[in-house]
């Protein structure tokens, strides 16, 4: 079965740091590009951050670069997502997918596969 399981998430206070986490099932890890996006109460979902298999590849969105950092290893088929410095605009529930593509897009579309999500909120 397919599956992709996040881990993570929990609230924090603004300046804060989590780590996210994304298992995969290994048939849906190999040579694709994976994927975070968020999406917040009354927000469409929006992409955050992708890394293609090699790691030399890695997208952000504007919100998120110098604060976030997207990575893998493929050995234990896992990716993660390093949020530091985190806001209050950064509360959503957070999801991970993996790209049917093996070069970077940032569509929700060209995703074929999602977790379930994890819930990251950020106040005082």
């Known amino acids: 079965q397919v599956q992709l399981v996040e881990s993570g998430g929990g609230a924090v206070t603004p300046g804060g740091s989590l780590r996210l986490s994304c298992a995969a099932s290994?048939?849906?890890?190999?040579?694709?590009?994976m994927g975070w996006f968020r999406q917040a109460p009354g927000k469409e979902r929006e992409f955050v951050a992708a890394?293609?298999?090699?790691?030399?590849?890695?997208a952000y969105a504007d919100s998120v670069k110098g604060r976030f950092t997207i990575s893998r290893d493929n050995a234990k088929n896992t990716v993660y997502l390093q949020m530091n410095n985190l806001k209050p605009e950064d509360t959503a529930v957070y999801y991970c997918?993996?790209?049917?593509?093996?070069?970077?897009?940032?569509?929700?579309?060209?995703?074929?596969?999602w977790g379930q999500g994890t819930q990251v909120t950020v106040s005082s």
């Open positions: 997918a993996r790209n049917r593509y093996s070069l970077i897009t940032t569509i929700a579309n060209d995703y074929d596969y």
């Open positions: 290994g048939s849906i890890f190999s040579n694709n590009v």
């Open positions: 890394v293609d298999w090699s790691s030399r590849n890695t």
